[in-house]
């Protein structure tokens, strides 16, 4: 979702803040700006993406700017309510993420009191509630304001006559940098890599001083001291690297992220938390909640622990079970469902786990408990690489509850992934990319596969896609199959086969064009599937992992011969970081 980029240091600040904000483009925006603080406040902000919009900022040589991507929410994507934001006067400008959920009587209080808004935006009345406070400093007008705000906010804010950046944060994200005679700020750790790997994530209700060499928190009135941490993501794993897309990167890095994922997991003693477990339950959003669900399977297959996985904006509904484990499944760490699940868990006394990539992510400091899926910065909106990390923990986590039932497939899986990246996809794509809709099906571990494929397929191909469970298709769905309407099946070597087999052959007779992932010798298979995928791999950690991997290509490939805007899909955002 929105992005926020802040420099306060000895460069020219406004090509840096650029460079921040594209850093950022794949959290998903709609418009964008920035305000640089040079003799006096210079604002400039546009609808649409950087790259074409091309800020005119040659002549502005200030050293102190902040900088902002919208997603809409409060107000269409336009000019007037791209950030920043400014006051009555234009000396004070505010960048923010997050919404403020009492702005509309804010502003009506404000307007009352003479001040004229431009934007429909919930931002804008902060700007002006500081404009009020202006006989004093930056620092101390944003410190009084703030408990007028209720809602999430992550500010940076600057005014004239005022060095440095104020920031400020409750409940959405906010990072800190300590760079080389520099402060830098933003929404996540990606967009600082170029200036440094020493962070200091802010804690709801801190607000901070941004200047060289460093910034100076507060918090609840006080000075707050707060760990400098080192990241361990180097600067060249959020390039491209010769890719054409970030997605493809990932895709191909899978090999590695798995094998890396495995072995931190073993290389440590089994986690005190994931030792006798009487219950799971695993709360999550979109591709994470389908991994949960494979866990589901997993888990209850090979250990007989119960598992149930939830999506974690329903959780909101549901009382949690006895005394389960509860944990969150978090590519970011900062997805707003998930976040208040785990919250909501905690307040019923159970212990939480989470399972996230973002060292230092709200979601860390929310649960008890933290394991890292490693699988290093994933850039594009549709999660490819994360999925196979979380894919990682799962198997671990039935592995080490199993006696070790599972671990020889674990140590090759990665073999399955580098197979599975050689298949020549377009037969397949060549059907999917004409479909009115297509539908996925699987059973077992391969019905949540096969909602991921429908989910990978529909979010960066805008094709409509469903993953059914392959029996429950003729209870309903049979309605809608036509040669307009193609199948993919998930027909792997499993106790599922031959249920699968009869599943297939029935919709084939309804005239679709069917293609079956299996295995690539099999004459049964040949003959019913218009197109035959071979899955690599014999048992059950390579047929997932390959499955996935062709489930992903299928996607990223149809995207591609549609010519979609494939890294940042419509009206997606890499991280929903509101309910
Ligand atoms: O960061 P999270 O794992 O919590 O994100 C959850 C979903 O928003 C995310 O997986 C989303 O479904 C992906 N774009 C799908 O590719």
Redesign the pocket.
């Known amino acids: 979702m929105c992005g926020i980029f802040g420099y306060t240091g000895e460069k020219k600040a406004a090509p840096l803040v650029i460079d921040g904000l594209k850093r950022l483009e794949y959290r998903g925006y709609d418009s964008f700006g920035l305000a640089v603080l040079d003799s006096d406040l210079w604002v400039w902000k546009k609808k649409g993406k950087i790259s074409r919009e091309k800020p005119p900022v040659s002549r502005r040589k200030g050293r102190t700017a902040i900088g902002h991507t919208r997603w809409a929410t409060h107000g269409e994507p336009s000019d007037t309510n791209a950030h920043p934001h400014t006051d009555c006067r234009g000396s004070v400008a505010i960048v923010h993420n997050g919404i403020i959920e009492n702005y509309a009587s804010l502003r009506q209080e404000l307007l009352g009191r003479g001040h004229t808004f431009r934007s429909e935006t919930d931002t804008e009345v902060i700007a002006h509630l500081i404009e009020e406070h202006s006989g004093g400093d930056l620092l101390t007008a944003v410190r009084a304001i703030l408990p007028r705000l209720e809602g999430s906010y992550a500010i940076l804010a600057v005014a004239e006559g005022y060095e440095g950046i104020v920031a400020a944060r409750q409940g959405s994200p906010l990072v800190l940098g300590i760079a080389d005679r520099a402060c830098v700020a933003a929404s996540d750790v990606t967009a600082l890599l170029d200036h440094t790997d020493r962070v200091i994530y802010l804690e709801d209700g801190d607000v901070a001083l941004l200047l060289p060499p460093g910034p100076t928190i507060w918090h609840g009135g006080k000075r707050a001291d707060r760990p400098v941490r080192k990241v361990d993501w180097e600067v060249e794993e959020v390039r491209l690297g010769g890719f054409a897309h970030y997605m493809l990167k990932e895709i191909y890095e899978q090999q590695s992220v798995f094998s890396t994922t495995v072995r931190a997991l073993y290389a440590e003693p089994v986690p005190d938390v994931l030792k006798d477990i009487s219950g799971i339950t695993l709360v999550?959003?979109?591709?994470?909640y389908n991994a949960s669900l494979l866990c589901q399977y997993l888990v209850e297959e090979y250990c007989g622990i119960p598992v149930r996985a939830e999506i974690a904006s329903e959780f909101r509904y549901r009382t949690p079970p006895g005394d389960d484990l509860v944990v969150g499944?978090?590519?970011?760490g900062?997805?707003a469902d998930?976040l208040s699940a785990l919250k909501k868990a905690r307040m019923h006394n159970h212990a939480t786990l989470v399972i996230t990539n973002v060292l230092g992510s709200t979601a860390t400091r929310v649960a008890d408990h933290t394991l890292y899926m490693r699988a290093g910065p994933e850039i594009s909106?549709?999660?490819t690489k994360?999925f196979v990390a979380e894919l990682a923990v799962f198997f671990y986590i039935a592995d080490v509850a199993s006696g070790g039932r599972l671990r020889q497939s674990i140590l090759s899986g990665h073999e399955a992934i580098g197979e599975a990246l050689l298949e020549d996809l377009s037969p397949a794509v060549d059907i999917c990319k004409d479909a009115g809709s297509i539908f996925f099906v699987g059973r077992g571990p391969f019905f949540p596969l096969a909602l991921e494929g429908a989910?990978?397929m529909k979010?960066i191909t805008y094709i409509h896609a469903e993953g059914y469970a392959a029996g429950e298709i003729k209870h309903g769905p049979f309605a809608l199959l036509s040669p307009m309407t193609p199948v993919v099946a998930l027909c792997p070597q499993a106790e599922s086969y031959p249920a699968m087999v009869s599943n297939i052959r029935e919709m084939k007779a309804r005239g679709v064009p069917l293609i079956v992932i299996g295995d690539g010798k099999s004459q049964e298979l040949r003959d019913i599937a218009d197109v035959l995928v071979p899955l690599p791999g014999e048992d059950i950690v390579s047929a997932v992992l390959g499955s996935t991997v062709l489930l992903q290509l299928l996607a990223y490939r149809t995207a591609e011969a549609l010519g979609r805007e494939i890294d940042q899909p419509r009206n997606?955002a890499?991280?929903?970081t509101v309910e």
């Open positions: 999550a959003c979109g591709t994470s499944v978090t590519q970011s900062e997805t998930t909106v549709a999660a994360s989910l990978k979010e997606l890499k991280s929903v």
